[in-house]
C-alpha cells in the first residue's frame, strides 16, 4: 500500500519508533505486527477518517494510528486471523442460549436460522446484538425490537419481533459488508458504525470492534463474559 507516496512498511517501523518513545507498554501492540495485517488496519483508519490519498500525506499519520489503533489492534489482529470463521453456518451455535439475556433470551435458534440462510457465524449475529443491546436490555431492544442498531430514513428501526430484526442485521451483513469484501469485524466495524460519526456523539462507536470481538470470540470458544 502507498500512501501519500509513503510506503505501508515505513509507516509500520515510524509507527512503531514513535510507539516506542512513549514508553507506555504500547510498543508489543504494533510491534508485532506483520506489514500485511498493518495495511489491513491502514485501510480501516483511513476509512474510519475519511482521509484520501492528497490529504493524508499533509497529515501526521503515525499520530493518527496512535489515536485510532491503540483500542482496536489486538482485536483487529484476532479479527484477521477468524476472518473465515465469520461465513461459517455452524461458529458459534453451541449453546448460545446460555449467553443470551433480556429480550434475547432463547434466541439462540433464531441467530443459528439467520446464519444458515446468508451464510454468516450464528455467533458473529448474537455478538453484535449483545453488543448493541447491552445484552437484550437496552431501549431499542425492549420497544422496537431492534438488536443490531438498524437505522432507517426516520432513525432507529422498529420492527414488529426480535426474529424480523435479526434476520434483517443477517441479510445487511451478507448484501452489505461480507459481499463486498468485509471479512472481518474491524473491517464491518468501520463502516457498521464508524468512529466520529454524526449519530454517535457520546463516541460509542470508539469501543464497537473491541466489544464485538470480546463477545464473538467468548461465543465461540465457550468461556463466560467477562
Known amino acids: 500500500m502507498n500512501i501519500g507516496g509513503l510506503s505501508s512498511n515505513w509507516l ?15 510498543l508489543s501492540n504494533f510491534s508485532s505486527l506483520t506489514n500485511s495485517s498493518f495495511e489491513q488496519l491502514l485501510e480501516q483508519v483511513l476509512l474510519q477518517t475519511e482521509l ?60 443459528e436460522e439467520a446464519g444458515k440462510k446468508y451464510d454468516i457465524a450464528p455467533a458473529l449475529l448474537a ?8 445484552n437484550g436490555t437496552s431501549n431499542a431492544a425492549r420497544f422496537k425490537f431492534n438488536v443490531a442498531g438498524m437505522m432507517g430514513k426516520n432513525g432507529l428501526k422498529s420492527y414488529s419481533s426480535i426474529e424480523e430484526s435479526i434476520f434483517d442485521m443477517a441479510r445487511n451483513l451478507r448484501q452489505n459488508y461480507l459481499d463486498k469484501g468485509k471479512l472481518t469485524i474491524a473491517q464491518i466495524g468501520a463502516k457498521y458504525a464508524p468512529i466520529g460519526a454524526a449519530n ?13 470481538q470480546r463477545y464473538f470470540d467468548t461465543l465461540t470458544t465457550g468461556s463466560n463474559f467477562a
Open 200 to 212: 454517535d456523539p457520546t463516541q460509542l462507536n470508539n469501543h464497537w470492534v473491541t466489544g464485538v
Open 127 to 134: 455478538a453484535i446484538s449483545i453488543h448493541e443491546t447491552g
Open 52 to 111: 484520501n490519498q492528497k490529504s493524508s500525506s499533509n497529515l501526521d499519520i503515525s499520530s493518527l494510528l496512535l489515536h485510532s489503533l491503540n483500542a482496536v489492534v489486538p482485536q483487529t489482529r484476532a479479527g484477521v486471523s477468524q476472518s473465515a470463521n465469520l461465513t461459517s453456518k455452524t461458529m458459534g451455535t453451541d449453546n448460545l442460549d446460555a449467553h443470551l439475556k433480556g429480550v434475547l433470551q432463547n434466541a439462540g435458534p433464531l441467530f
Open 12 to 26: 509500520l517501523q515510524k509507527t512503531i519508533m514513535d510507539t516506542s518513545r512513549l514508553g507506555d507498554g504500547k
